[in-house]
C-alpha cells in the first residue's frame, strides 16, 4: 500500500498530535471511503472562520467528549472538510493551511492556487 501523499506529492506529515486530529484521530489529515467529509485540508483556526462553520451549523468550539473531540480555538490546527474550507475561502474567511499535511485528495475540491494563497511555512 502506498503511503499517502500531501498537495505537494510528498510522504503526508502530521497535521496536529494536540489536539489530535484527522479523521481516524492518528494526527494526520488521511482519508478513506467512510470519510465522506473529505477531513484533509490541515488548518490553522481562526476566530473568523470558526464564526462562519458555526454559521453554517458546525460548531467547532463546542468540546464533545462522546466523539473525543475538545472543541477547537483560534490557533490551533485541525484537520477541515474540503468543502467546508473551500466554501470559506470563496466567502474570504477561510483560515491558513499547512501544504505538507494537507492530503493530495484536497485538490479535487480546491485549486492548487487558492491553497498556495493560504499557505503558511511549516
Not at 27 to 48: E, I, L, Y
Amino acid at each position: 500500500m502506498e503511503a499517502p501523499k500531501n498537495v505537494l506529492g510528498e510522504a503526508l506529515r502530521s497535521c496536529c498530535t494536540d489536539p489530535v486530529t484527522g479523521y481516524y484521530r492518528d494526527g494526520f489529515c488521511n482519508t478513506g471511503p467512510t470519510d465522506s467529509g473529505r477531513h484533509v485540508v490541515c488548518a490553522k483556526m481562526t476566530q473568523a472562520f470558526l464564526d462562519f462553520t458555526k454559521s453554517k451549523g458546525n460548531d467547532l468550539c463546542t468540546p464533545l467528549p462522546a466523539y473525543n473531540f475538545p472543541g477547537l480555538k483560534a490557533g490551533d490546527r485541525w484537520c477541515l472538510c474540503a468543502l467546508r474550507w473551500r466554501e470559506a475561502y470563496d466567502a474570504g474567511v477561510a483560515p491558513p493551511v499547512f501544504l505538507a499535511s494537507t492530503h493530495a485528495a484536497a485538490l479535487r475540491y480546491i485549486p492548487m492556487a487558492a491553497l498556495e494563497e493560504m499557505a503558511l511555512a511549516e
